[in-house]
């Protein structure tokens, strides 16, 4: 890991062992312009990658034509409205009208180690394992400063930028758009653009498509970063595929609206740009005010998107999720929101509890309807506090009722929500986010709180404290359940700035203030599912539900995308009914089971009300989730096949990262008639090694609906099955999976060369 700076040349260079990331100076006036990103190159003059020679050259020799040259040089963060007409990394105006805007090079600093932002997510790392570069941009005209800072990782091909404005003038400048990343790349050969695209139910569909001249990319200007969109984009160079060639993705940290785009221009350059999203946000600067923008993570892999996927996940785990749970084991939770919905009361809940407890969970979350007169989702948000009725005794009993059994408790909440039909709109329905004139939008029946007021944000804080401190609470459960709209506030002090991204800063700053009160809570976001599953939410909770849709065959390729950039450790997955609630899908408890390892284990239901055969397997369940627990939430994740990429299987594995274990989830989603074995080779494991493969799952014997399997299948299994094979021949050779009958079926492959 190594930022340079070479004053002769006037280039820097960001390097982290085999990945270089160069940008230039070029000109008297100070253009800075993107050089290179790519596998480590040697300690050459790079300065020829600017192509400032080809015509029309440099503006100092050729002024005549500088708007050629600003049109087609590679920036690293372009101006506006001065002679570049591709899109903009900033813009700003005074009294409405752009003085124009074109950032040139004014100095730079080195230094160790990683700032934190000031209220907002962002990576962390000490002065042994990261450093960060600042270069400072000014724009004297427009009366602005601009310094771009950029971290690198030791041992990790990743570079984390954000760009902080300033107001150097004597009068105020409003700035309209301020892009976190910004960089004219210059791809060889085709590039295909991955995005994580989908629906409520449906979150993180991969897509892949060759990027063509004009516009392509993702947004949300939902007021969070969506189920409909991802604040991620893939750019695959030619080639590259599942484990090979090279692969660039660029992850927002932030929750609220963003664009992430790449405009294919007359040259055929990338500019590839990530920030908030401009609609709705701008920010009033008085003489010497800054604004500071997200971050943004730039990750490269010469590994193919799997590379990407890892590189990520070791990014994510070492320097962004900060909780204490973050290493340890998860209690295995039940949730009783599938299983009762609002209908409710203390004598269901411990029911639920108490049979789950005899099975092995740890951990009851008591979900929507405990609070106000909530019996339906048209009442109550904002009165948090318990309905006696349905719990006499409050939270406190329940929570000692649970510990008699030896069960611990979590509790739902939605602070950043309002029920019309409650306590806190009549008393104050100036708190609700509305414009004047006009009735607000309702979504789920309820209106957002105007968080970007801090009494609002201190009395829903106080509201919660008194809940969280009434009881032993060891779990919350943080949902939102609407998109943002008619963002209008009340406040007398409203500020000068756009309100979506103030409502992002007070979320932010509402959970810093919870997981600072109580640092050992386990917090789990939500947003309709994972409707707002982002590294933004991730610095504060280190699990989020991953999607409302708990269909294990769903729930594959959902997984699959959110697994495409964060951790297993992260994502909630539990086990639910068949048919599935969301689909009407009819699985095996085997395979709910299976699906649901892949990530925080619990389940969604009431087992007294599960098929005999179905809750006989929990306890195996559970037994397993112990086993590899520590394996799914601290190893390499594979992905090795892919059913949302038309194959009939899904496939992928975990491996330590000593090598020494490894654990194969295979599930086989279709059956079709009279095939044979499918060779599967496995990745990621030491090809020195001897590995036993084995069944993990003791009810592999049985086909999920109780019948044995067939005595064909077990043959064809057992060509490898009880064997030690080495890694080598693993990873070449592979292994022969074998044909189960019927569909949704699934295997569970354990690799282990200890001893
Ligand atoms: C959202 C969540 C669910 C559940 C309900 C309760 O949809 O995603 O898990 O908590 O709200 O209303």
Same mark, same amino acid.
């Given at each position: 890991?190594?930022?340079?700076?070479?004053?002769?040349?006037?280039?820097?260079?960001?390097?982290?062992?085999? !990945?270089?990331?160069?940008?230039?100076?070029?000109?008297?006036?100070?253009?800075?312009?993107?050089?290179?990103?790519?596998?480590?190159?040697?300690n050459?003059?790079?300065?020829?990658?600017?192509?400032a020679?080809?015509?029309p050259?440099?503006?100092?020799?050729?002024?005549?034509?500088?708007?050629?040259?600003?049109?087609?040089f590679?920036?690293?963060?372009?101006?506006?409205?001065?002679?570049?007409?591709?899109?903009?990394?900033?813009?700003?105006?005074?009294?409405?009208?752009?003085?124009?805007?074109?950032?040139?090079?004014?100095?730079?600093?080195?230094?160790?180690g990683?700032?934190?932002?000031?209220?907002?997510?962002?990576?962390?790392g000490?002065?042994?394992?990261?450093?960060?570069?600042?270069?400072?941009?000014?724009?004297?005209?427009?009366?602005?400063?601009?310094?771009?800072?950029?971290?690198?990782?030791?041992?990790?091909? %990743?570079?984390?930028?954000?760009?902080r404005?300033?107001?150097?003038?004597?009068?105020?400048?409003?700035?309209?758009?301020?892009?976190?990343?910004?960089?004219?790349?210059?791809?060889?050969?085709?590039?295909?653009?991955?995005?994580?695209?989908?629906?409520?139910?449906?979150?993180? %569909?991969?897509?892949?498509?060759?990027?063509?001249?004009?516009?392509?990319?993702?947004?949300?200007?939902?007021?969070?970063?969506?189920?409909?969109?991802?604040p991620?984009?893939?750019?695959?160079?030619?080639?590259?595929?599942?484990?090979?060639?090279?692969?660039?993705?660029?992850?927002?940290?932030?929750? /609220?609206?963003?664009?992430?785009?790449?405009e294919?221009?007359?040259f055929?350059?990338?500019?590839?740009?990530?920030?908030i999203?401009?609609?709705?946000?701008?920010?009033?600067?008085?003489?010497?005010?800054?604004?500071?923008?997200?971050?943004a993570?730039?990750?490269?892999?010469?590994s193919?998107?799997?590379?990407?996927?890892?590189?990520?996940?070791?990014l994510?785990?070492?320097?962004?999720?900060?909780?204490?749970?973050?290493?340890?084991?998860?209690?295995?939770?039940?949730?009783?929101?599938?299983?009762?919905?609002?209908?409710?009361?203390?004598?269901?809940?411990?029911?639920? %509890?108490r049979?789950?407890?005899?099975?092995?969970?740890?951990?009851?979350?008591?979900?929507?309807?405990?609070?106000?007169?909530r019996?339906?989702?048209?009442?109550?948000?904002?009165?948090?506090?318990?309905?006696?009725?349905?719990?006499?005794? /409050?939270?406190?009993?329940?929570?000692?009722?649970?510990? =008699?059994?030896?069960?611990?408790?979590?509790?739902?909440?939605?602070?950043?929500?309002?029920?019309?039909?409650?306590?806190?709109?009549?008393?104050?329905?100036?708190? =609700?986010?509305?414009?004047?004139?006009?009735?607000?939008?309702?979504?789920?029946?309820?209106?957002?709180?105007d968080?970007?007021?801090?009494?609002?944000?201190?009395?829903?804080?106080?509201?919660?404290?008194?809940?969280?401190?009434s009881?032993?609470? %060891?779990y919350?459960?943080?949902?939102?359940?609407?998109?943002?709209?008619?963002?209008?506030?009340?406040?007398?002090? =409203? /500020?000068?700035?756009?309100?979506?991204h103030?409502?992002?800063?007070?979320?932010?700053?509402?959970?810093e203030?919870?997981?600072?009160?109580?640092?050992?809570?386990?917090?789990?976001?939500?947003?309709?599912?994972?409707?707002r599953?982002?590294?933004?939410?991730?610095?504060?909770?280190?699990?989020?539900?991953?999607?409302?849709?708990?269909?294990?065959?769903?729930?594959?390729s959902?997984?699959?995308?959110?697994?495409?950039?964060?951790?297993?450790?992260?994502?909630?997955?539990?086990?639910?009914?068949?048919?599935?609630?969301?689909?009407?899908?009819?699985?095996?408890?085997?395979t709910?089971?299976?699906?649901?390892?892949?990530?925080?284990?619990?389940?969604?239901?009431?087992?007294?009300?599960?098929?005999?055969?179905?809750?006989?397997?929990?306890?195996?369940?559970?037994?397993?989730?112990?086993?590899?627990?520590?394996?799914?939430?601290?190893?390499?994740?594979?992905?090795?096949?892919?059913?949302?990429?038309?194959?009939?299987?899904?496939?992928? !594995?975990?491996?330590?990262?000593?090598?020494?274990?490894?654990?194969?989830?295979?599930?086989?989603?279709?059956?079709?008639?009279?095939?044979?074995?499918?060779r599967?080779?496995?990745?990621?494991?030491?090809?020195?090694?001897?590995?036993?493969?084995?069944? =993990?799952?003791?009810?592999?014997?049985?086909?999920?609906?109780?019948?044995?399997?067939?005595?064909?299948e077990?043959?064809? !299994?057992?060509?490898?099955?009880?064997?030690?094979?080495?890694?080598?021949?693993?990873s /070449?050779?592979?292994?022969?999976?074998?044909?189960?009958?019927?569909?949704?079926?699934?295997?569970?492959i354990?690799?282990?060369?200890?001893?």
């Amino acid at each position: 890991m190594d930022i340079t700076y070479d004053s002769r040349t006037r280039v820097f260079r960001l390097d982290t062992g085999n !990945m270089t990331y160069a940008m230039g100076v070029v000109d008297d006036e100070g253009f800075l312009g993107h050089l290179y990103l790519g596998p480590g190159v040697g300690n050459d003059d790079l300065t020829y990658l600017s192509r400032a020679i080809e015509y029309p050259g440099l503006p100092s020799k050729n002024n005549r034509d500088r708007c050629s040259f600003l049109d087609f040089f590679p920036h690293e963060y372009p101006g506006e409205g001065v002679g570049d007409f591709r899109s903009p990394a900033v813009r700003v105006t005074k009294d409405g009208i752009s003085p124009g805007i074109q950032p040139l090079y004014k100095g730079y600093r080195i230094i160790k180690g990683k700032k934190r932002l000031e209220g907002m997510p962002s990576v962390f790392g000490d002065e042994k394992d990261s450093e960060t570069l600042e270069i400072e941009m000014s724009d004297e005209t427009a009366g602005v400063k601009l310094f771009l800072d950029y971290t690198i990782f030791e041992g990790i091909n %990743a570079v984390v930028r954000s760009v902080r404005a300033q107001n150097t003038g004597d009068t105020p400048v409003t700035l309209n758009r301020i892009m976190s990343f910004s960089a004219d790349m210059d791809r060889p050969g085709e590039t295909r653009l991955m995005t994580l695209n989908g629906s409520w139910g449906r979150e993180r %569909a991969k897509q892949i498509i060759p990027v063509g001249t004009g516009f392509a990319g993702v947004s949300s200007v939902r007021g969070v970063s969506s189920h409909q969109s991802h604040p991620f984009l893939g750019l695959l160079s030619e080639g590259a595929d599942e484990s090979q060639g090279e692969v660039i993705g660029l992850n927002f940290i932030y929750s /609220g609206n963003f664009l992430a785009q790449v405009e294919k221009g007359q040259f055929g350059t990338l500019r590839v740009q990530m920030g908030i999203h401009p609609m709705g946000f701008y920010e009033k600067l008085q003489p010497g005010e800054s604004f500071q923008s997200p971050e943004a993570v730039l990750v490269w892999s010469d590994s193919g998107i799997g590379g990407m996927t890892r590189t990520f996940h070791e990014l994510y785990r070492n320097h962004l999720i900060r909780s204490p749970w973050l290493h340890r084991e998860r209690p295995v939770l039940i949730n009783n929101w599938e299983a009762t919905f609002f209908d409710f009361d203390l004598e269901k809940l411990l029911k639920i %509890a108490r049979r789950a407890s005899s099975e092995g969970a740890e951990l009851l979350v008591m979900d929507d309807g405990w609070f106000g007169r909530r019996n339906s989702d048209n009442s109550s948000l904002g009165d948090w506090y318990v309905n006696e009725e349905k719990l006499p005794g /409050g939270v406190k009993r329940l929570s000692e009722e649970l510990a =008699a059994i030896g069960m611990k408790l979590g509790i739902w909440f939605e602070p950043e929500m309002v029920s019309p039909d409650s306590d806190l709109y009549r008393a104050h329905p100036d708190w =609700a986010f509305s414009i004047d004139g006009r009735k607000p939008c309702m979504a789920r029946e309820q209106y957002v709180l105007d968080l970007t007021r801090k009494e609002v944000r201190d009395y829903i804080f106080d509201m919660i404290s008194k809940v969280l401190d009434s009881a032993d609470v %060891a779990y919350v459960k943080w949902d939102m359940n609407r998109p943002l709209t008619d963002v209008g506030t009340h406040a007398a002090d =409203a /500020g000068d700035g756009g309100l979506f991204h103030r409502f992002v800063l007070g979320v932010y700053d509402l959970q810093e203030r919870l997981i600072t009160r109580y640092p050992d809570l386990l917090l789990e976001n939500c947003s309709s599912g994972g409707g707002r599953f982002d590294p933004g939410m991730l610095f504060y909770s280190p699990q989020i539900w991953t999607s409302d849709n708990t269909d294990a065959i769903d729930r594959l390729s959902i997984q699959e995308g959110t697994a495409m950039i964060y951790p297993l450790s992260t994502m909630g997955a539990h086990v639910s009914v068949s048919p599935s609630q969301s689909c009407g899908r009819k699985t095996p408890m085997v395979t709910r089971g299976h699906v649901a390892l892949a990530g925080t284990f619990g389940y969604e239901l009431d087992m007294d009300r599960l098929p005999g055969e179905d809750s006989a397997q929990i306890r195996d369940q559970i037994a397993l989730y112990h086993r590899y627990g520590e394996l799914v939430r601290e190893g390499d994740y594979y992905r090795i096949e892919s059913w949302q990429d038309g194959s009939m299987c899904d496939c992928y !594995m975990v491996v330590s990262k000593d090598k020494t274990q490894a654990l194969m989830t295979w599930v086989q989603v279709l059956a079709h008639t009279n095939l044979k074995s499918r060779r599967v080779r496995i990745p990621g494991l030491d090809p020195d090694r001897e590995y036993r493969i084995e069944v =993990a799952d003791p009810r592999e014997g049985n086909d999920g609906n109780g019948n044995r399997v067939s005595p064909n299948e077990l043959n064809c !299994m057992s060509g490898f099955l009880g064997k030690t094979l080495t890694g080598a021949t693993l990873s /070449g050779a592979g292994i022969l999976m074998p044909r189960l009958s019927g569909d949704f079926r699934s295997l569970l492959i354990s690799f282990d060369s200890r001893g």
